[in-house]
């Protein structure tokens, strides 16, 4: 592979174009979507799982909930996590949005009120998408079913990257 300025390169005679996104692309990314990677620290090892999540982009957050378990042990001790959102429609085309921020737990009516937010968000992606219409959050939700006992969290992003490549 041959380099060149600007995130071209050529490939087997193939021009391949890497470049950035906008932050008006990111947005879209992450509007348009609802599972992402959610990578945190447990102990000193990186862990990687998808996670179902909403964004909002008016508290420029990612809202989600959770049971306690390793991810939540694990965010209350290093609340600093990154999440990957990706679309890949071929090995030679796809987009990704890369987001770091920090992991932040919602409590009371508070929480309930943004439950609800991830909710309706997530049930209107799943109907867009999947032509599917949901019910109840254990339904798009790796099987929480135990939503009273859930935490609710959100994570504040802080700073976010995104490449494209056509």
Known sequence: MEH???????LKGELIMIQNLHTSDMQLLLKEHYVGHLSYISGNQPHIIPIT???DPIENVLLSYSGMGHKIKNMRKHPNVSLLVDVVDSISKWKSVQISGTYEELHGTYAKSRLHDFARGVSHLVEVHEGLITESLSEFSHGESNVDGSIVYQIKIHEWMGKEQL
């Open 4 to 10: 060149y300025s600007s995130g071209i390169h050529l």
């Open 53 to 55: 999540y909403f964004y």
